[in-house]
């Protein structure tokens, strides 16, 4: 088993997540306000294994087609999957436009994308393949426990 160590940036204004990155650096710590310091309390929580609602969370979504496709996803459970496929059934689209709407996703745990798999396997993740396996991993570990 790989320990993974969660380098986790996310780029806030006006009490809003605009972006958010796994970067393999280490990044200074900028707590600038109320909403920055409960977000990032709730990060850490998460990435300890516990389970998160994020869902009041307010991000940026880049189009009106990939907003209808992530708000879907924001609604998968901790430690549960859904297929491209089913996604798509539920937005009425492809499970194609699926996946190009989560490459669009601009902030990643947040908005789950990392819950939306393949019928094939784990599928792709714009934060890496490593990287959604680690995610999905410490959610199946941790699976029901708040």
Not at 17 to 26: C, K, Q, R
Request: positive net charge; aromatic residues 10%; proline residues 4%.
């Amino acid at each position: 088993m790989v320990e993974w160590s969660w380098n986790f940036v996310a780029r806030l204004k006006d009490g809003m997540v605009l972006e958010a990155w796994f970067t393999g650096e280490s990044v200074e710590e900028s707590v600038e306000s109320e909403f920055a310091y409960n977000l990032k309390k709730r990060l850490e929580r998460y990435f300890k294994g516990r389970a998160v609602d994020f869902d009041d969370v307010n991000v940026r979504y880049p189009t009106p087609f990939s907003e209808r496709v992530l708000r879907v996803v924001r609604s998968i459970p901790f430690g549960m999957v859904e297929s491209y496929s089913s996604i798509a059934e539920k937005v009425g689209t492809s499970p194609r436009a699926v996946g190009v709407a989560l490459r669009m996703n601009l902030v990643p745990v947040i908005v789950p994308c990392h819950r939306v798999v393949s019928k094939a396997g784990i599928g792709g993740y714009s934060q890496g393949e490593g990287i959604k396996k680690a995610l999905l991993e410490l959610e199946s570990k941790f699976h029901g426990k708040l």
